[in-house]
């Protein structure tokens, strides 16, 4: 009974212990593909492909050339490989217009660029602009993902998107990704940030631009004040090529596609 009874308690044991490595196995199995997931959205982020493009429009061409634009905009975000397109009219001067798009593809993009609304601006920018257009490709550096480039403002709130551009001199362009990384995270979580996103020029390393959307002026003008942005301002005051670094400000106003919610 003795050697009986020991040979089935050690067969317990084995299974029991069969079963406990199965499970750790599951759960770490599981965890790696959580982790490989979380890697692979970032690449994908990583992936997407951004433009803004500006155009000088003559005034007598205002109207026209929104309505092309607008429907471009409208037209590129049905489609499943667009992140997000809008079109702005700067604050200061309505006459400059800014499409901004990001697309899953640099392929995306240039099957866009082929469309019919898209031709239909290129049409009319031959007698509307007042200079050619400006083309900049950018790449989002800690960038988010589709769904929240995605988010809305509320029919409540009064928008205003912030663009600037910033000339770093060579060599303190890591200092301002760095500085940035910090700040990031706090900008984001601001309550009237909508989105935030820190972009360097493909063309030029030493080059980057932000995209601030906020909620309202108000929301904008809490964030110059919010304390993180001290060390950003700090380096806009000492390590870029041109002051004032407000010079490189661009305040833009949507006009398509105004979804609200």
Not at 62 to 85: I, P
Request: with cysteine; charged share 25%; aromatic share 10%.
């Amino acid at each position: 009974m003795p050697i009986s009874f020991s040979r089935k308690h050690t067969a317990i044991i084995l299974t029991m212990l069969f079963l406990l490595c199965s499970s750790n196995l599951k759960a770490q199995h599981s965890d790696d593909a959580a982790v490989g997931g979380s890697i692979r959205d970032h690449a994908n982020n990583n992936d997407f492909v951004v433009r803004l493009t500006r155009y000088d429009v003559k005034p007598d061409h205002q109207t026209a050339f929104r309505k092309v634009v607008s429907d471009y905009v409208v037209r590129s975000l049905g489609q499943d490989s667009n992140v997000l397109s809008e079109a702005y009219y700067e604050q200061e001067d309505p006459s400059v217009l800014w499409i901004i798009e990001r697309w899953d593809s640099k392929i995306e993009l240039e099957k866009a660029c082929t469309s019919p609304s898209f031709k239909a601006i290129e049409s009319l920018a031959k007698t509307a602009l007042s200079k050619p257009a400006e083309r900049i490709d950018v790449k989002d550096l800690e960038p988010i993902a589709k769904q929240q480039w995605r988010s809305v403002v509320k029919k409540t709130d009064d928008p205003i998107t912030i663009m600037l551009f910033v000339d770093a001199k060579a060599g303190t362009e890591h200092n301002f990704k760095t500085v940035y990384h910090t700040a990031m995270p706090q900008f984001r979580g601001e309550p009237g940030v909508v989105t935030y996103q820190l972009s360097q020029l493909e063309a030029d390393s030493t080059q980057f631009v932000t995209y601030e959307k906020f909620r309202s002026e108000d929301a904008f003008q809490y964030h110059l004040k919010f304390p993180p942005i001290q060390p950003v301002i700090d380096y806009l005051n000492t390590s870029i090529k041109k002051q004032p670094f407000q010079s490189g400000l661009h305040r833009l106003i949507e006009f398509a596609p105004l979804i609200r919610k």
